[in-house]
T-cell receptor, first 112, second 113 residues
Framework: SQQGEEDPQALSIQEGENATMNCSYK?????LQWYRQNSGRGLVHLIL?????REKHSGRLRVTLDTSKKSSSLLITASRAADTASYFC????????????FGKGTRLSVIA | KAGVTQTPRYLIKTRGQQVTLSCSPI?????VSWYQQTPGQGLQFLFE???????NKGNFPGRFSGRQFSNSRSEMNVSTLELGDSALYLC????????????FGSGTQLSVL
């Protein structure tokens, strides 16, 4: 069963625009992670935010976490065509850090 | 360091057959997890191995099994294949000093005809 649910399911934007994806989860967490997947390939870890953090940045990525609402958002600024991929949030199902449970993802298309 | 290696990359089988997929984790990673990805169900956790022991298990039938060897390499086996087993099977390893982020292989695309 999915712990995280991403929203929207699909997003299409022009190159240079910002892309925002949201994730909601159900239980308490130690951390929340975002991954990216290019079509038919493995997932690549993007960023991890801990439960005691509210915001984190990495390059063009900005992640926020609101534990009171059990939600997170991933912002990609100044999108590029190469950002076209599916993006997943993931949280640990239990008290530990594994196993990670993934949402169904947001499919981002960046049009040049 | 070399990444996570999965073999084979593509596999075609027929219903009723069995299949074995292989995963070599990043050197030094002792935890290996397996996931099944389908368009309808998304990423579903199969199982996790750590030091040759199954540490966590997802909600899959007994036809799905796995094991881990002393060098941390892992295999998963699916017996009596069904059409619905067609999927991308992903393996991931974790640095057990942090046990946090996963490093994924490129996956094995299994087609059951």
């Amino acid at each position: 069963s999915q712990q995280g649910e991403e929203d929207p399911q699909a997003l299409s934007i022009q190159e240079g625009e910002n892309a925002t994806m949201n994730c909601s989860y159900k239980t308490s967490i130690n951390n929340l992670q975002w991954y990216r997947q290019n079509s038919g390939r493995g997932l690549v870890h993007l960023i991890l935010i801990r439960s005691n953090e509210r915001e984190k940045h990495s390059g063009r990525l900005r992640v926020t976490l609101d534990t009171s609402k059990k939600s997170s958002s991933l912002l990609i600024t100044a999108s590029r065509a190469a950002d076209t991929a599916s993006y997943f949030c993931a949280t640990a199902r239990g008290a530990g850090n594994t196993p990670l449970v993934f949402g169904k993802g947001t499919r981002l298309s960046v049009i040049a | 360091k070399a990444g996570v290696t999965q073999t084979p990359r593509y596999l075609i089988k027929t219903r009723g057959q069995q299949v074995t997929l292989s995963c070599s984790p990043i050197s030094g990673h002792r935890s290996v997890s397996w996931y099944q990805q389908t368009p309808g169900q998304g990423l579903q956790f199969l199982f996790e191995y750590f030091s040759e022991t199954q540490r966590n298990k997802g909600n899959f039938p007994g036809r799905f099994s796995g094991r881990q060897f002393s060098n941390s390499r892992s295999e998963m086996n699916v017996s009596t294949l069904e059409l619905g087993d067609s999927a991308l099977y992903l393996c991931a390893s974790t640095d057990t000093s942090t046990n946090e982020k996963l490093f994924f292989g490129s996956g094995t695309q299994l087609s059951v005809l």
